[in-house]
């Protein structure tokens, strides 16, 4: 495991313990980004984008691409469930299974 992934997965077992703390107070999310969508939007043509990229490569760079892929889809659902959109991160979580599907799985 690549050290930003082992500190990524700290972070998120860190915020999960925080959570259930009675005196958490979220933080609040940013509700656009500089670009002028959510964040959320955002994350997810990024995830998109990535995901393209990455099936026109193979060996390291592919992995590189999708290897921010799962950064960002982390970030993506954890900002989802922190907000209570629960439902909304399943199905965000399908449309990218369903991404990843039609660009790198099905590629003959």
């Known amino acids: 495991m690549r050290l930003f992934d082992l500190l990524s997965e700290f972070k ?3 915020w999960l313990k925080k959570r259930q703390d009675p005196d958490y107070i979220a933080p609040p999310s940013p509700d656009k980004t500089e ?19 990455a099936s026109e490569y193979q060996g390291e760079e592919r ?35 369903k991404l990843k599907s039609e660009y ?3 590629k003959k």
């Open 12 to 14: 998120i077992k860190d």
């Open 35 to 53: 670009l002028g969508q959510p964040y959320e939007s955002f994350l997810f043509d990024e995830i998109k984008k990535l995901i393209i990229e």
């Open 63 to 97: 992995k590189k691409r999708l290897s921010k892929v799962t950064s960002l889809e982390i970030q993506l659902l954890a900002s989802l469930e922190q907000g209570g959109y629960n439902m909304m991160a399943t199905n965000m979580e399908k449309n990218i299974l």
């Open 104 to 106: 790198l799985w099905n």
